[in-house]
């Protein structure tokens, strides 16, 4: 079936660099986009972009641009997010998304999330 | 940036009642309008896209309508495995957003 598998959890300082992987399983990876989405402790759902899977051009929402690079791995079916000059605001379970069938924006399965903690 | 609104934030109903949860945005966002459902301690899941569509799998007691700025996703009659967090998104404008979210709790 259809899956995204992240990688685990992550505790890190401020300033330090952090990389979450998501390994997709089941369908052609290059067939769809990868989102993107942060939820931080207790709060809603908050889109951090996408990346397209044939090109590797990544599209990042206001408020993350700079810090945040979203790259992939065609050859192992693994999109990465990486956050550099981590904040305590970062603190938060980030997830991948696969795209929904025809559709960029709707997002269908997602992995199971990957909490980043950033605390001295 | 789309505002989505979600009201109620917390709504408390007995198994077999009726649910309905609103989900109203800040300017029109057309039928492009869709819910998820998050369970505690899971990913979210996505129930139904552009307004009315049910995505794979998810049961015919979920359904949406609406259009323009005011959408709702009705549960016709609550399961007790339907107690989470349903989350409203446009996909009308970027950025993409999402609502605030309205908990369902099962009595």
């Known amino acids: 079936q259809v899956q995204l598998v992240q990688s685990g959890s992550e505790l890190k300082e401020p300033g330090a660099s952090v990389m979450v992987s998501c390994k997709a399983s089941?369908?052609?990876?290059?067939?769809?986009?990868i989102n993107w989405v942060r939820q931080a402790p207790g709060q809603g759902l908050e889109w951090m972009g996408w990346i397209n899977t044939i090109t590797g051009d990544p599209t990042y929402a206001q408020g993350f641009t700079g810090r945040f690079v979203f790259s992939l791995d065609t050859s192992v079916s693994t999109a990465y997010l990486q956050i550099n000059s981590l904040e305590a605001g970062d603190t938060a379970l980030y997830y991948c998304?696969?795209?929904?069938?025809?559709?960029?924006?709707?997002?269908?399965?997602w992995g199971q999330g990957s909490l980043v903690t950033v605390s001295s | 940036e789309i505002v989505l609104t979600q009201s109620p934030a917390t709504l408390s109903l007995s198994p077999g009642e009726r649910a309905t949860l609103s989900c109203r945005a800040s300017?029109?966002?057309?039928?492009?309008l869709g819910w998820y459902q998050q369970k505690p301690g899971q990913a979210p899941r996505l129930l139904i896209y552009?307004?009315?569509n049910r995505a794979t799998g998810v049961p015919a007691r979920f359904s949406g309508s609406g259009s323009g700025t005011d959408f709702t996703l009705t549960i016709s009659s609550l399961e007790p495995e339907d107690s989470a967090v349903f989350y409203c998104?446009?996909?009308?404008?970027?950025?993409?957003?999402f609502g605030g979210g309205t908990k369902v709790e099962i009595k």
């Open positions: 998304a696969k795209a929904f069938a025809n559709y960029n924006d709707w997002f269908d399965p």
């Open positions: 998104q446009q996909r009308s404008n970027w950025p993409l957003t």
């Open positions: 089941g369908y052609t990876f290059t067939s769809f986009a």
């Open positions: 552009d307004a009315s």
């Open positions: 300017q029109s966002v057309s039928r492009y």
